[in-house]
């Protein structure tokens, strides 16, 4: 952040472009000043007599016409802008924990526009991205793990990832970080006492008891790595890339799942040429569906293309579908795709299950030798589908977490934390069996409890804050 944590700052909060209602909101030391040079009470009471949160009919007027008292006097024919409702927010009862004052005016970009633009002319400077949630993390309103959920719930893409959003939200993920540094900090405390005290003969934590906690720490950490690449897939949408030559139905399956006309579909070959990509929920799962071009030999430049970037979805995917005519033998194409060594970890869907079949088992096994089980389905007569779907979910989430099963790691700061938190309390434990001597113990697990500390924001650096919070929107 390149302005002073002490300036008031304002930003449009709701999305560009037209809209029922826009929100303006100001936080900072100087908001209900700030405010008052473009806000005109209906009451005509001042902006500082308000009680705090409580909506308040107003006019937006153009600066030097509102109700400041330093320019009532003075001050020209007022230029109405909009009317609009003002709620303020003293501190420390605010999102931010500052001042705040938030417009809610029509939300036409040039009322908007011209509202911040008085804003900033009465001393307010325009926030930064994620400054609002970066000050209620600085006040002590949120912790760190806490604010990057807040991003993680406005960006969530179903139901599912933002139940587990809001959970995080709520501090849940923080509260069972807490629970496993407090337990580090006191086995340390105990440790280092015992070394300040190493003359004195005094034990301050036995051997057993110290192997017993950092067993626990290590299973609940263990535990928590092993969620994070189920917390990834429900925070940011697992990939899954349909493939097949040429007329298989890939197209047709993309539009069955989506239940929508999003692929085109014609009976010539080759009509897909591109990666056509769209999200869908499969079982809360956000899913993010990649049409590709049939794969198949041809001395079409643009088909060579576009068969060259299947190959590079299929290696990006989280899973991937081999999509095979039942309804005709295995094509010399359908062979070349299933001799692939990643098609034994595909997912393999036999279309056209509704016409007779002519596509050998056999035949099947000896082109994929060590396949997973095979999926009938039809694209266009809509069968099989809620199997298909049940399927994709199972092989990427395989009997795991659910999202309401203990705590999730949806984060890759918060992984990468957790491995050196782990790392940290592993060596620990080797050096207490080995009978190493204490400091080594003691620093061990200060690295595991300082990797802890980072995720809430107990310990962390300017460079850890600008790296999050410059993902946010301005106006958040």
């Known amino acids: 952040m390149h302005g002073a944590l002490d300036d008031?700052?304002?930003?449009?909060?709701?999305?560009?472009?037209?809209?029922?209602?826009?929100?303006?909101?100001?936080?900072?030391?100087?908001?209900?000043?700030?405010?008052?040079?473009?806000?005109?009470?209906?009451?005509?009471?001042?902006?500082?007599?308000?009680?705090?949160?409580?909506?308040?009919?107003?006019?937006?007027?153009?600066?030097?016409?509102?109700?400041?008292?330093?320019?009532?006097?003075?001050?020209?024919?007022?230029?109405?802008?909009?009317?609009?409702?003002?709620?303020?927010?003293?501190?420390?009862?605010?999102?931010?924990?500052?001042?705040?004052?938030?417009?809610?005016?029509?939300?036409?970009?040039?009322?908007l526009d011209q509202l911040c633009r008085g804003l900033m002319s009465a001393g307010a400077r325009l926030a930064e991205p994620g400054e609002f949630t970066k000050r209620a993390f600085l006040n002590g309103r949120l912790d760190l793990a806490q604010a990057e959920a807040v991003l993680d719930t406005i960006r969530a893409k179903t139901a599912r990832s933002l139940t587990i959003a809001q959970s995080q939200r709520r501090?849940?993920?923080?509260?069972?970080?807490?629970?496993?540094?407090s337990e580090l900090v006191i086995a340390l405390a105990h440790i280092e006492a015992a070394l300040d005290f190493a003359e004195e003969d005094i034990s301050f934590v036995q051997q057993d008891a110290l192997l017993r906690l950092l067993d626990a720490t290590l299973h609940k950490l263990q535990r928590l790595i092993r969620s994070g690449e189920d917390g990834r897939i429900w925070r940011e949408?697992?990939?899954?890339?349909?493939?097949?030559?040429?007329?298989?139905?890939?197209?047709?399956?993309?539009?069955?799942?989506?239940?929508?006309?999003?692929?085109?579909?014609?009976?010539?070959?080759?009509?897909?040429?591109?990666?056509?990509?769209?999200?869908?929920?499969?079982?809360?799962?956000?899913?993010?569906?990649?049409?590709?071009?049939?794969?198949?030999?041809?001395?079409?430049?643009?088909?060579?293309?576009?068969?060259?970037?299947?190959?590079?979805?299929?290696?990006?995917?989280?899973?991937?579908?081999?999509?095979l005519d039942a309804s005709m033998p295995l094509s010399a194409s359908d062979r070349e795709l299933l001799s692939r060594p990643a098609a034994t970890t595909a997912l393999l869907v036999f279309n056209k299950c509704d016409l007779p079949c002519q596509l050998s088992m056999e035949d099947l096994d000896r082109a994929c030798p060590g396949h997973s089980s095979v999926l009938e389905i039809s694209a266009t007569k809509q069968i099989g589908l809620d199997e298909l779907r049940e399927a994709i979910r199972s092989r990427l989430l395989p009997g795991r977490l659910e999202s309401n099963e203990g705590v999730l790691v949806t984060n890759l700061r918060h992984a990468a934390a957790f491995e050196r938190a782990l790392q940290g309390v592993d060596q620990a434990r080797q050096s207490v069996e080995a009978g190493r001597a204490g400091e080594l113990v003691a620093m061990d697990l200060r690295i595991a409890a300082d990797a802890l500390g980072e995720i809430t924001g107990v310990i962390t650096t300017d460079e850890i804050l600008e790296r999050i919070f410059a993902e946010f929107c301005i106006g958040k």
Do not use: Y
Request: proline share 7%.
């Open 8 to 111: 008031t700052i304002c930003a449009i909060a709701t999305p560009p472009g037209e809209g029922g209602i826009g929100v303006l909101r100001i936080s900072g030391p100087c908001a209900l000043d700030v405010a008052s040079h473009v806000v005109r009470l209906r009451s005509g009471k001042s902006l500082q007599a308000l009680p705090t949160h409580r909506l308040t009919l107003a006019d937006i007027c153009s600066p030097g016409t509102g109700t400041s008292p330093s320019h009532n006097l003075e001050s020209p024919t007022p230029t109405l802008i909009d009317e609009a409702l003002v709620v303020v927010m003293r501190s420390p009862h605010s999102f931010t924990g500052e001042d705040v004052v938030e417009v809610q005016c029509h939300g036409g970009p040039v009322i």
């Open 171 to 181: 501090g849940e993920l923080s509260r069972e970080v807490e629970a496993i540094r």
């Open 237 to 323: 949408g697992a990939a899954v890339a349909i493939l097949g030559r040429p007329n298989v139905g890939k197209s047709s399956l993309m539009n069955a799942l989506l239940r929508s006309d999003r692929a085109i579909v014609t009976a010539i070959p080759g009509t897909t040429r591109d990666l056509l990509e769209e999200l869908v929920s499969i079982d809360g799962i956000p899913v993010r569906l990649v049409d590709t071009a049939g794969i198949r030999t041809t001395d079409d430049p643009v088909e060579v293309e576009g068969i060259r970037r299947s190959g590079l979805a299929w290696e990006d995917a989280d899973l991937a579908l081999i999509l």
